[in-house]
């Protein structure tokens, strides 16, 4: 055997034995890359998944107490017989029911077992009393079973027979002198919320939400959703352990929920690891969200998502590159293979550790050039995904902020916001002892409007309302709407006779500047100072008192004292 037949032999085996190496090695590197950059994509996808839920339904939390907590529909619970209660109540209801993402609402009293509800399509005007709940009913059984947990709130995803529809039903206890009179709250679409939520047909992405029992409550497949989760028995539930055949897996998604339901950063962790769910390896990304008091659960098929396929490029450039530099000087494969090898490693192991680099730390020439620049191409996506992801979540985090203490209509505080200013000057008055105004407004006769001229009329006339507000306060006080066709009006700081000054500048600009139709609009003001040691709902109460006093001695008027007053007209 000649020496050139050796040589060829011995080369071709020092580049099988070489190659075979490399390749091992390469395909760890391709391997790490891929868990890494899955795990990072499993988190952004679970917060932005989070974010959009959670926007859509904390909202809807919130309007839904804000109707519990309304003192007429309190008033009525206690004695729900009385019809001009009655009429008042749903008059109120109606108001919010614009209010509600899905302009739906319900009320259901625990006295009588009336269960009051309307929709977008205002389908049951005058006839907003649908049924009675019955406790030896199964399809009831929600209603006492949340009574009887006693929760502020809770999630329920359900199908109303009565009405004919299923959805998310968000259910707030309604109290009255600390005890529970029934049941308020919307309901949201249950179709729209998993096309719009969890359903977005990408490839290789599945979402779905259980609530603490494991319980499915939001799913692609609604043949997984467990209806009345609240009533349904342990044993009958369909729980996410449905979704997994490996014990092993399925112990590990409830430890994962357990360490995220007792860590310190509920909300902000994201725990992921492996699993198999039909058949197919899937990274799961595991978060718990305490406002809601659901888990979210997203698996990703990396098969899919970064397939193999996408590194053959990379693979065949590494084969050609490695076989032309064993053929070359020592000093070629140090210069064209080693040290473009050792700087792709570093950059790798960056990738892996989180760092995104936006500057391009991997050099080289010919073959390598191009493996180094496959990879910082992947390297750049990857960070732009992940920019991108997280000022979705950033944007509609702010969206949700501003929309949860604004009113949308008027662009003053809502009730929540004002709530909350409220409370900061009750603290600053009891640390400075000063003082602060509190004006509480009325429209006079606002049904009227909106029922002759319409419900468009009546929101141009909050509009200027609010516009006057602004005009008549000074830069440093505050107006909100409060609810309806009410507004709240914080002077800080505040004495007798800037009250009084403001308060009849309010009234006088609204008797001479609002006209709708051929009416002047007119306003009630009822007012009081407050100071260290009085409480909010002390506050409110004298102002109240004061704004139906005006409401009683012919509207239009502004009053100090308090009084309690009852309004032919809201």
């Known amino acids: 055997m000649s020496l050139k037949t050796r040589f060829l032999l011995l080369a071709t085996a020092l580049i099988l034995l070489a190659s075979s190496a490399s390749w091992m090695v390469f395909q760890r590197i391709t391997e790490s890359i891929t868990q890494r950059w899955g795990e990072n994509i499993a988190e952004r996808q679970v917060r932005y ?4 839920l959670l926007q859509t339904i904390e909202r809807e939390i919130g309007l839904s107490r804000q109707l519990a907590d309304s003192a007429i529909i309190k008033h009525w619970a206690t ?3 009385d019809k001009a209660l009655e009429r008042a109540a749903i008059e109120e209801m109606e108001r919010f029911r614009k209010n509600f993402g899905d302009e739906n609402y319900f009320v259901a009293l625990r006295d009588n077992g009336a269960y009051y509800y309307n929709n977008a399509q205002n389908e049951f005007e005058g006839q907003q009393l649908r049924y009675h709940l019955n406790p030896d009913k199964p399809a009831d059984a929600w209603f006492y079973k949340v009574i009887a947990e006693g929760r502020s709130f809770h999630l329920n995803v359900n199908p109303d027979e009565s009405l004919g529809v299923t959805k998310l039903w968000i259910d707030v206890l309604l109290k009255a002198d600390d005890r529970i009179m029934g049941i308020a709250g919307t309901g949201i679409e249950l179709d729209a919320l998993l096309h719009n939520i969890v359903d977005l047909g990408e490839t290789g992405v599945r979402t779905l939400f259980a609530d603490h029992n494991g319980a499915i409550q939001l799913y692609r497949d609604t043949r997984y959703i467990d209806y009345a989760s609240i009533v349904n028995p342990d044993g009958k539930k369909k729980t996410i352990d449905l979704l997994f055949e490996n014990t092993a897996d399925r112990h590990w998604i409830r430890h994962t929920m357990g360490r995220l339901l ?3 950063e509920q909300g902000h962790r994201v725990i992921t690891g492996f699993v198999t769910v039909d058949g197919e390896e899937q990274l799961a990304g595991v978060a718990y969200l305490p406002s809601i008091g659901w888990y979210e659960i997203t698996l990703l098929d990396l098969d899919v998502l970064l397939p193999a396929s996408a590194f053959m490029p990379l693979t065949m450039v590494f084969v050609v590159t490695l076989l032309l530099s064993l053929l070359a000087f020592s000093y070629a494969i140090r210069r064209q293979i080693i040290r473009p090898m050792q700087s792709l490693e570093t950059a790798m192991k960056a990738v892996r550790e989180g760092d995104l680099p936006d500057k391009r730390r ?5 073959e390598m050039a191009s493996l180094n620049l496959h990879f910082e191409a992947m390297a750049n996506s990857i960070r732009n995904n992940t920019q991108q992801l997280e000022n979705t979540v950033q944007e509609r985090t702010e969206a949700l902020h501003r929309l949860a ?3 949308h209509l008027t662009e003053l505080l809502n009730r929540r916001g004002m709530n909350e200013l409220l409370e900061g000057e009750i ?5 400075q002892h000063s003082h602060f105004g ?5 429209l006079d006769c606002f049904k009227e409007v909106n029922d002759q001229l319409g419900h468009g009329a009546g929101d141009q006339v909050l509009r200027e309302i609010a516009g006057i507000l602004r005009k008549s306060i000074r830069p440093y006080d505050h107006a909100a709407r409060w609810g309806g066709d009410e507004f709240l009006v914080v002077l800080a700081p505040c004495d007798d006779a800037t009250l009084e000054k403001i308060g009849e500048r309010i009234r006088q600009s609204v008797a001479s500047g609002v006209h709708v139709g051929d009416r002047n609009m007119t306003v009630s003001i009822g007012a009081c100072m407050a100071g260290a040691g009085d409480q909010k709902e002390d506050i409110l109460l004298r102002a109240d008192n004061a704004l139906y006093r005006a409401k009683a001695n012919g509207r239009n008027r502004f ?3 308090p009084r309690t007053v009852s309004a032919d007209c809201e």
């Open 427 to 431: 603290d600053r008055a009891a640390r």
């Open 49 to 52: 998944d989070s974010a959009r």
């Open 438 to 442: 509190v004006i509480w407004l009325d």
């Open 79 to 81: 004695a729900p017989d």
């Open 405 to 407: 203490r604004l009113d």
């Open 362 to 366: 991997v050099r080289g020439s010919g």
């Open 559 to 561: 009053h100090t004292e």
């Open 262 to 264: 007792n860590s310190s």
